[in-house]
């Protein structure tokens, strides 16, 4: 049987609990948000006391199922002041669901004393003192977690953002080479771990038995299915593998929604140069990998080395939204010098599409010229030292904008917008508009269907149809973000319908019950209702479900504007 | 005919326009609030082209009334997010009601070119290039532009703070010696007209004709009592003219509830050196001035010139507020150094309460020790200058709370507290939560009843008739800011019955109405409600009258805590 595990970092004790009835059937996002819900008080100061941080794998996580690796974690979000559940990969999520880990709840906050590193293995669980690791980055600390603790432990860490308590501190999480290349990154929940004094939490599942499985034929028969069916997609199964997210670049630049100099225009003259394919080359020209999972069981493999122009290792997990914060959107066109921000960020512990708004925001205010990679560079590095500018940067976009006085900034409650203009996408622009998690692009991806056309394609320059997609995509998210599986099932779920089936027969067969499409559904409805729930009583209103004003200009080369009325907005999770 | 005049500062065009009948009865904060609620969208950046900075003498001000010549400003705040009116003296306000100028509405941002001064005059209105005071702070500022355009001129001017456009920057009015002493303090109003590009605004009376009086001998008889009330009222009369209203160190820190040290106790161990009685000594020793009126009809006198050891004008205008602020708030004990910082807050333009919250903060957080005058002189210097740490204290309590990781933050709805522990004094402590200015004493000045005793007196320990209380002031402050009268006029109305009926009279005999009572308190909830229904727009909930979480700890000496439950707190403004 699962448990709940409650460190208190005040006193640095630790308690196991058994699952509320009521918990039993969530799992990744839907847990930690209802815990959340539940237990943090929504006018709470984020780092203050009474907010916990939440740590839970998904309900398919840890079983024989392709993709299902995927950690949530969640919190009350010193980015948005609203609730936040954020996801990563890495080696943790398995780990604690083979200990039988259902979720971590991290509270209190510890006035005095240094960071503690926590360890949770078969034997119990430590707390450490963290005083070697406090002040490293997340590749040191993580390198060393591995010496100590030995290789192949899971990793969950903050690096000098997280511990300074920044909005923009993401937190990180060893890839399968121990590397920081993966994190819960949006929402700043990093500071909220700096805030409960935790630099690290160490998983070690040696000795741990495989987790249960109420019917392994079924189970074995639907996840043999459910590979195979990622696997034939062409973006799973090629388009991601080959290129990694970045294969995105060209096709969303053609669709003239890639935003370039702070959200001005839909194309980039230098996107070729970004382009996932001109990195594939890259890399195989440096010795670096094109092809890796960011956890055990991933058959999808989006991930990547790049190396430098020496071939040396730069960095890793080197993605689409990245790329374009950094590029794109800043009009910085060198890979290499997009690479050596990406690494930084990886090692401070800092969101990458927060932090690419910002430098647009910093570019905007004429602090840091346009274009500039060694600017942007050196302006990242302050993030770590105790010059007063890395604290405006690390604090991200939201707040730079209030230092400069610029108001030309890309967020929604606070949350810098990702990599697609919501006037050539608009589908994905509901989501950014209405998502409880504020601007972001993974709570229900319209780009999928308006952009890649998957489930019969859509158009991402009209309203037409676009209301209810955000809104079933954000419900199906929700439910997906709980499962632990990866958001690039999406793919093949929306142009299969056996796919879902597969997802749902797994539920089933691992916990023995009898699932259908619409628990699924209502799950999904559930876990916003909780969300949306938090947030209402955390303050937010309808006036937070709006866009930047500037969205109002015209986009080139398609010269659309963001053309819907509040109350088209409002109708978007309206009915859940 | 009174006329609304509108500044485009894209075209550098004005225009004249007669005031709509539904406006015609307002003034001061009643019509600032309406012409925002009615004309600025609430979701508005409050940096960006559709807000409105909005500056409206009262209704009595030009009259000869005592105590009329207060000016409103108001526009949506850049430190709150809401609604805000802030008021000051200075000789703005009644300059402009000579020139029958109902209220100055500055529209549109310029994309380009420097900053400009307004001159509004007789012979109308001049649009004139600012480049030779562009970056100069109020003094100088003010200076140059009595050489320029005669000694005595109104001007109302922002320093660098303002230019930056940084939240805690405020409007500074030369007062009748030509310094910045007097300032719309509260909400970041510079930073409203910094990003309109306006520099100044310069009004020259000089052959305007008197303000019209409907009934010239009710309204002198009506004004000779109401001059005398407010002499006959020891507070207004005696304790005000004599120690300014620094007089209220010793008072607030006998009653326990004198935030001292980022409101961790209610008493000042120093609170002696910082009093109103020690100030008036030291002005006496070095040959200041202890009664000034900050505009020509004051017959309250609570300003004053403060010199140096040396005997040289340091700073003047020197309040309670902002000694609380930089003093017991900050644990600094030197008066003059307190000075240094008041005098840079009046040049630069930033508003010393937030300023002070601010450098408590800054101290909690570890930057500058607590108690250190040197240290903190040296951080509100930097807002001068390219210093980032200048950006991130010249935005405010909550903004560096935020850059520092602190969350220990006294402020509501992003705006720092004034000079009374709300647990020590319950009703000023419901306003700050509940007005619709953000933590605000104005607003509802329990404190006159609480601790001074007007109106019968009251418990500020207790909760019993504080909601009440609150509310009740909320009110009628709403009305009396309308008016144009200074606040101070409310300990005689308090304890007067007659002095409200007074302030009727002048009203009534000003513009030949027949106002009673009942209309006044109308017009107060009306600005109110105007006011709240802005908030509501901008998305503002009951979650954002909230006091920050601290406030539950127990305050020495009395050991009181905030003990209101939500939704007595909801009670407050609930019927309106």
């Given at each position: 049987?699962?448990?709940?595990?409650?460190?208190?970092?005040?006193?640095?004790?630790?308690?196991?609990?058994?699952?509320?009835?009521?918990?039993?059937?969530?799992g990744?996002?839907?847990?930690?948000?209802?815990?959340?819900?539940?237990?943090v008080?929504?006018?709470?100061?984020?780092?203050g006391?009474?907010?916990?941080?939440?740590?839970?794998p998904?309900?398919?996580?840890?079983?024989?199922a392709?993709?299902?690796?995927?950690?949530?974690?969640?919190?009350?979000?010193?980015?948005?002041g609203?609730?936040?559940?954020?996801?990563?990969?890495?080696?943790?999520?398995?780990?604690?669901?083979?200990?039988?880990?259902?979720?971590v709840?991290?509270?209190?906050?510890?006035?005095?004393?240094?960071?503690?590193v926590?360890?949770?293995?078969?034997?119990?669980?430590?707390f450490?003192?963290?005083?070697?690791?406090?002040?490293?980055?997340?590749?040191?600390?993580?390198?060393?977690?591995?010496?100590?603790f030995?290789?192949?432990?899971?990793?969950?860490?903050?690096?000098?953002?997280?511990?300074?308590?920044?909005?923009?501190?993401?937190?990180?999480?060893?890839?399968?080479?121990?590397?920081?290349?993966?994190?819960?990154?949006?929402?700043?929940?990093?500071?909220?771990?700096?805030?409960?004094?935790?630099?690290?939490?160490?998983?070690?599942?040696?000795?741990?038995?495989?987790?249960?499985?109420?019917?392994?034929e079924?189970?074995?028969?639907?996840?043999?299915?459910?590979?195979?069916?990622?696997?034939?997609?062409p973006?799973?199964?090629?388009?991601?593998?080959?290129?990694?997210?970045?294969?995105?670049?060209?096709?969303v630049?053609?669709?003239?929604?890639?935003p370039?100099?702070?959200?001005?225009?839909?194309?980039?003259?230098?996107a070729?140069?970004?382009?996932?394919?001109?990195?594939?080359?890259?890399?195989?020209?440096?010795g670096?990998?094109?092809?890796?999972?960011?956890?055990?069981?991933?058959?999808?493999?989006?991930?990547?080395?790049?190396?430098?122009?020496?071939?040396?290792?730069?960095?890793?997990?080197?993605?689409?939204?990245?790329?374009?914060?950094?590029?794109?959107?800043?009009?910085?066109?060198?890979?290499?010098?997009?690479?050596?921000?990406d690494?930084?960020?990886?090692?401070?512990?800092?969101?990458?599409?927060?932090?690419?708004?910002t430098?647009?925001?910093?570019?905007?205010?004429?602090?840091?010229?346009?274009?500039?990679?060694?600017?942007?560079?050196?302006?990242?590095r302050?993030?770590?030292?105790?010059?007063?500018?890395?604290?405006?940067?690390?604090?991200?976009?939201?707040?730079?904008?209030?230092?400069?006085g610029v108001?030309?900034?890309?967020?929604?409650?606070?949350?810098?917008?990702?990599?697609?203009?919501?006037?050539?996408?608009?589908?994905?622009?509901?989501?950014?508009?209405?998502?409880?998690?504020?601007?972001?692009?993974?709570?229900?991806?319209?780009?999928a269907?308006?952009?890649?056309?998957?489930?019969?394609?859509?158009?991402?320059?009209?309203?037409?149809?676009?209301?209810?997609?955000?809104?079933?995509?954000?419900?199906?998210?929700?439910?997906?973000?709980?499962?632990?599986?990866?958001?690039?099932?999406?793919?093949?779920?929306?142009?299969?319908?056996?796919?879902?089936?597969?997802?749902?027969?797994?539920?089933?067969?691992?916990?023995?019950?009898?699932l259908?499409?619409?628990d699924?559904?209502?799950?999904?409805?559930?876990v916003l209702?909780?969300?949306?729930?938090?947030?209402r009583?955390?303050?937010?209103?309808?006036?937070?479900?709006?866009?930047?004003?500037?969205?109002?200009?015209?986009?080139?080369?398609?010269?659309?504007?963001?053309?819907?009325?509040d109350?088209?907005?409002?109708?978007?999770?309206?009915?859940?």
């Amino acid at each position: 049987m699962s448990k709940i595990l409650r460190l208190n970092m005040v006193d640095k004790s630790f308690r196991w609990e058994d699952v509320k009835p009521d918990w039993q059937g969530l799992g990744g996002r839907a847990l930690t948000s209802r815990i959340v819900r539940e237990e943090v008080p929504p006018t709470c100061h984020p780092l203050g006391a009474a907010n916990k941080l939440v740590v839970a794998p998904g309900l398919l996580t840890g079983a024989p199922a392709a993709n299902a690796g995927r950690i949530s974690v969640g919190g009350k979000s010193p980015l948005t002041g609203g609730i936040k559940e954020s996801n990563s990969g890495g080696l943790v999520s398995i780990k604690l669901a083979r200990l039988g880990v259902k979720a971590v709840v991290v509270e209190g906050r510890p006035e005095n004393g240094g960071f503690s590193v926590v360890k949770i293995s078969k034997d119990g669980v430590e707390f450490l003192p963290a005083d070697e690791f406090a002040g490293l980055g997340n590749y040191d600390t993580m390198a060393r977690l591995w010496e100590r603790f030995g290789k192949g432990v899971g990793v969950m860490s903050i690096g000098q953002a997280g511990e300074k308590r920044l909005m923009g501190a993401s937190i990180h999480f060893a890839d399968p080479a121990g590397r920081p290349g993966r994190a819960a990154g949006r929402g700043g929940l990093g500071a909220l771990m700096g805030s409960k004094k935790l630099k690290a939490l160490v998983v070690d599942d040696a000795g741990a038995d495989p987790v249960p499985l109420a019917d392994r034929e079924k189970f074995k028969e639907a996840s043999r299915k459910w590979a195979k069916y990622l696997m034939e997609h062409p973006v799973s199964g090629q388009a991601l593998p080959a290129y990694g997210t970045a294969v995105l670049i060209n096709i969303v630049n053609e669709a003239g929604a890639l935003p370039t100099q702070n959200f001005r225009g839909g194309r980039f003259e230098f996107a070729e140069d970004i382009s996932g394919e001109h990195m594939a080359e890259l890399i195989k020209q440096r010795g670096g990998k094109t092809k890796e999972g960011c956890h055990p069981g991933c058959v999808i493999q989006c991930s990547q080395t790049y190396h430098d122009k020496e071939g040396k290792y730069l960095t890793s997990g080197f993605e689409y939204e990245t790329i374009w914060a950094l590029g794109a959107n800043t009009l910085i066109r060198y890979l290499d010098e997009i690479a050596v921000i990406d690494r930084l960020c990886d090692d401070y512990g800092l969101d990458t599409i927060e932090m690419g708004c910002t430098l647009g925001v910093l570019m905007e205010g004429g602090v840091i010229p346009w274009g500039s990679g060694p600017a942007a560079i050196e302006m990242v590095r302050k993030v770590a030292t105790d010059d007063p500018w890395g604290r405006i940067v690390g604090n991200g976009s939201v707040f730079t904008g209030q230092a400069l006085g610029v108001d030309r900034v890309p967020a929604v409650k606070g949350q810098g917008l990702p990599a697609y203009d919501p006037r050539a996408e608009k589908g994905v622009g509901l989501t950014f508009a209405t998502s409880p998690m504020g601007g972001d692009h993974t709570a229900g991806y319209g780009v999928a269907v308006n952009l890649l056309g998957c489930a019969g394609g859509g158009n991402p320059l009209k309203k037409e149809g676009n209301i209810e997609l955000s809104r079933n995509l954000q419900v199906a998210t929700a439910a997906i973000d709980s499962t632990g599986l990866c958001l690039f099932v999406a793919f093949a779920v929306l142009d299969n319908p056996d796919a879902l089936q597969c997802i749902i027969d797994m539920i089933n067969a691992r916990y023995g019950l009898s699932l259908t499409g619409d628990d699924v559904t209502a799950l999904g409805r559930q876990v916003l209702k909780d969300e949306r729930s938090f947030n209402r009583d955390a303050g937010f209103t309808k006036a937070q479900d709006r866009l930047p004003e500037f969205f109002k200009e015209n986009l080139k080369p398609h010269n659309v504007t963001w053309d819907f009325t509040d109350e088209e907005v409002d109708q978007v999770l309206a009915d859940l």
